[in-house]
């Protein structure tokens, strides 16, 4: 790898079929602080709807830290939401952030999440996705309900976050729906960089990392190539890792990495597996 081109290397994978593709062997990149890493449940999410506790505890036996709950968990019970505490407790597993649909972002909603992540114990309540939003002014809205929620939590110790998709890194109005909502925040309010969406979308993650210090405190390592799409498993597309470790470490405030994937040519389990293993190799972990 070190004595091909990025781009010589994607002309010669372009040639060859996916299923004689080696693996790849990362140079394992400099160690600073440990940072933790966990998953993105949605991204084994047709294992989660057949059996919630026995896929948490099948990726806890992989070796990942850290779960982040999705959507449904909103629709639970305080007292479901204590069993599934204990069990990430029993399993050494923490739950620092949960994924929220916009309509939990209201004075009415927020308190049933408030009550919910604090029984898992998750400090970062973050918005999965700001809905069908309209020009500038609409993105504005989104960072007035981020606002409302961050002074809400703030009492709490609790904060709030965004988790961005491609369409917030294209331009409308003149800017990117991430730079308004950047503004138009406290810098309390993490910015939850998925990976993948910004490459997708041809902008630079390291970029925008360093554009706004401290704020990146989590991040979806989500992959993303020309040619395989978010098919593609961590390490197989286009993101520069070694840059954006390098970066969210240094300048981003990072406080845990999650894994993601849409989909690949294996199972989801499968693919959660092999892009832990592919993440402990790029930063040395045993």
């Given amino acids: 790898m070190n004595n091909l081109s990025r781009r ?31 998953i993105e449940l949605y991204s084994v999410r047709d294992q989660m709807d057949k059996d919630l506790f026995t896929t948490v505890r099948t990726i806890a036996k992989m070796g990942y830290e850290v779960v982040e709950f999705y959507g ?20 050494g597993l923490r739950c620092h952030s949960t994924h929220n649909g916009s309509n939990v972002f209201t004075p009415e909603s927020l308190p049933k ?9 998750s400090k970062y309540v973050i918005m999965a996705s700001a809905g069908r939003v309209s020009g500038a002014d609409g993105w504005k809205g989104v960072a007035d309900r981020l606002t409302m929620a961050a002074e809400k939590l703030a009492p709490l110790k609790m904060k ?19 730079q308004i909502i950047a503004a138009n925040t406290p810098s309390s309010v993490t ?6 969406t910004c490459v997708e979308a041809g902008k630079d993650p390291v970029a925008w990392i360093k554009a706004n210090k401290g ?10 190539g020309s040619r395989m799409g978010y098919q593609a498993l961590l ?30 040519r294996f199972t989801s389990i499968e693919t959660a597996e092999k892009c832990l ?4 190799q790029m930063r040395g972990i045993k």
């Fill in 215 to 224: 704020r990146i405190t989590s991040m979806h390592c989500k992959e993303w």
């Fill in 191 to 196: 910015l939850q960089l998925d990976v993948g």
């Fill in 8 to 38: 010589s290397f994607l002309a010669l994978a372009a040639a060859t079929p996916l299923a004689s593709l080696a693996p790849v062997e990362f140079p394992a990149l400099a160690k600073s602080r440990r940072v933790p890493v966990g």
């Fill in 235 to 264: 390490g197989e597309g286009d993101a520069p890792w070694k840059e954006i470790f390098a970066a969210a470490e240094a300048v981003g405030g990072i406080e845990f990495y999650l894994i993601e994937q849409e989909g690949s």
């Fill in 72 to 91: 449904p968990y909103y629709g639970w019970t305080p007292e479901y939401a204590r069993q599934v505490r204990q069990l990430i407790d029993d399993l």
């Fill in 277 to 280: 293993a592919t993440y402990r």
């Fill in 160 to 178: 709030t976050g965004f988790h961005n998709h491609k369409s917030e890194f294209v331009t409308t109005d003149g800017m990117m729906p991430m």
């Fill in 113 to 121: 999440a408030i009550e919910l992540n604090q029984i898992l114990g």
